[in-house]
């Protein structure tokens, strides 16, 4: 029997899956079908997302997060991974579906969210999943979390010199921060050089999302931790933002 006629939701979904060479299950899909039912219900009480079509939320939401796979190396069977303001759940829940392997954590700021990943975690009967609440520049100065992570992802809408100041310090060395970004990025990689440099990393590749799925520009910037990171780093909350570490010459 096939796919289509066990579960037929999801269609969208699954067609872009299988050009990633991912094609899911029929549990899988179950799993994101719950996903968007409670994404749309708590959304109505929660800020999570501006995308609520059911046919966006599969393309942008979904299987813009599962673009990610493409830039994984081969890992270790458990390897560890951190969602960097995973907001709702967004790219790090939909590659726990995908990769039921993964051990997961779920960092958030914001309580309401965090409540609805707990919420979601349950929901989708997901194991080794972690949901942690607090700012990077805080959590990622504690050792249970501090270059902890063969991949550290952030879907965040934040320029690239503070995303590698908030995601690198998580990464353990060999392992590769991952940045979901939109454009043309030329310009925001110019101005991170500076920061990739000062905490431990070094650009692999920018990985260009080539599906008719998506009709703008995507792109993988993939970041790998070659040395430690300076204990001063992350700075303090809101320091990144503020001050974020450009060159000199990529300031103006």
């Known amino acids: 029997m096939e796919l289509s006629q066990l579960q037929p939701d999801m269609e969208r979904l699954n067609r872009g899956a299988m050009k990633l060479g991912v094609g899911l299950n029929p549990g899988q899909i179950e799993q994101f079908s719950i996903y968007y039912q409670e994404l749309v219900d708590w959304n109505k009480r929660v800020n999570l997302t501006a995308i609520t079509d059911y046919e966006e939320v599969q393309i942008k939401h979904f299987l813009d997060s599962l673009t990610v796979i493409l830039a994984l ?99 353990t060395i060999g392992g590769s921060f991952i940045a979901q970004k939109k454009g043309d990025v030329d310009r925001e990689i110019e101005r991170a050089t500076k920061a990739i440099s000062t905490l431990g990393g070094n650009l692999r590749e920018v990985k260009r999302i080539d599906l008719e799925e998506f009709s703008d520009q995507r792109q993988l910037i993939i970041i790998d931790k070659i040395s430690v990171t300076p204990h001063q780093y992350p700075r303090r909350p809101g320091v990144p933002a503020k001050r974020p570490l450009v060159s000199n010459e990529a300031v103006h």
Do not use: M, W
Request: proline content about 9%.
């Open 73 to 171: 190396k081969p890992p270790p069977a458990d390897f560890h991974l951190i969602d960097v303001g995973s907001g709702a759940g967004l790219p790090g829940i939909p590659l726990k579906i995908l990769r039921p392997e993964i051990k997961l954590v779920l960092l958030e700021a914001t309580a309401k969210k965090a409540a609805f990943l707990g919420h979601l975690k349950q929901r989708l009967g997901l194991d080794n999943v972690t949901i942690v609440v607090g700012r990077a520049e805080e959590v990622a100065h504690l050792g249970e979390y501090r270059e902890r992570f063969e991949v550290v992802l952030s879907r965040a809408v934040a320029p690239l010199p503070t995303l590698i100041e908030l995601t690198l310090p998580f990464c």
